[in-house]
Structure formats: structure tokens, C-alpha cells
């Protein structure tokens, strides 16, 4: 009689679901090797490969838009500026406090995959060049009083409670 041992496999595959911002699920692999603990090993989006230094390079890319911004002679009163900046900012900080718990950042930043929060930022780098090269912030016009808004007199406006009477 020989004694069977069932084998027991080095890695077991884990399917964990992921929403992502844009409501699509994502399903993403994760690979369980003895006295490791568990690796991603799929994203579960095609053309987008695993990245085990996400979080590393999320603070990279982010800090390199940051530094960036700050060389070039974009004015800090341009909201292109100031809304990359925080959101640059508000990544490197949650990044920086989960630095070894990418679920964690995935969910509080909520933008999607820690991959994809890389790849984020590397489009975002292509849009600032072009943002630096054409300087878009010189035709932005702003709106600084509320009197220069043009009403149409085609248009009915209503606060909400003529609605309510009606019910």
C-alpha cells in the first residue's frame, strides 16, 4: 500500500474583485506562496501588468508633476496648478501613510487600481508638457464677478419651490 500525500500546492490563486471609479469591475489575481504572503499577480485589465512598487511609484510620478510644476513659470493662481497639485499631493500623502498596503491606498484615493493610479500621473505628465508648451493658463479668462454672466432671456429659472407648489 503506498500512502498518498495530497500535494499541496506552493501558491494558491485568490480572484478578488475590484471596483474601480469608472463602475466597471475589475477581477485581479493574487498568488498565495508559502512564507511570503499574498502577491498580485493580474490586474484583471488587459495591457495593464502588475506592478509590486506601485505605491513607490505612485509618489515618484506624482512628485515628479509637483517638481515640475514648480520650475516652470505657470502661475500658482493657475487652477490647472492648483487642482494637479492637490491631487499630486493628496496621493503622495496616502501613499506615504500605507506605504505597504496598496488596497488601502487604492481605496482611499478611489481613482482605481494602484496601477492605475501610476498610470494617472504619467498621462498627467503628458497633458502639463503640453499645458507648459502651449501655456493654456494665458487663455483661461477668468470670471471674477457675477454681473458679467450674460442670462439668457429665452430661459426660465425657477428656485425649486414653484416645483413644490405644483405637487
Not at 466597471?24 to 495593464?48: D, H, I, N, Q, Y
Not at 509637483?66 to 487642482?83: F, I, W
Not at 506605504?99 to 494602484?114: A, H, I, R, S
Not at 501610476?118 to 502651449?134: C, F, G, I, N, S
Request: charged letters at 30%; proline letters at 4%; a negative charge.
Amino acid at each position: 500500500l503506498l500512502l498518498c500525500r495530497p500535494k499541496i500546492p506552493m501558491y494558491r490563486l485568490i480572484l478578488s474583485r475590484a471596483a474601480t471609479s469608472t463602475s466597471r469591475t475589475s477581477f485581479r489575481a493574487f498568488s498565495e506562496v508559502a512564507g511570503v504572503g499574498s502577491l498580485k499577480t493580474s490586474t484583471g485589465l488587459v495591457g495593464l501588468d502588475v506592478d509590486q512598487n506601485a505605491v513607490a511609484n505612485i509618489i515618484k510620478h506624482n512628485q515628479a508633476l509637483l517638481d515640475k510644476m514648480s520650475a516652470s513659470d505657470m502661475p500658482e493662481t493657475a487652477v490647472y496648478r492648483q487642482n494637479v497639485s492637490a491631487i499630486a499631493k493628496y496621493r503622495i500623502d496616502v501613499c506615504n501613510q500605507f506605504p505597504d498596503d496598496p488596497e488601502k491606498v487604492e481605496e482611499m484615493c478611489n481613482m482605481g487600481q494602484v496601477e492605475e493610479l501610476v498610470e494617472q500621473a504619467k498621462d498627467e505628465m503628458v497633458v502639463l508638457d503640453m499645458y507648459l508648451e502651449k501655456r493654456y493658463w494665458e487663455m483661461v479668462t477668468p470670471v471674477s464677478d457675477v454681473d458679467e454672466f450674460e442670462v439668457d432671456p429665452e430661459m426660465e429659472f425657477t428656485d425649486g419651490e414653484d416645483e413644490a407648489k405644483k405637487e
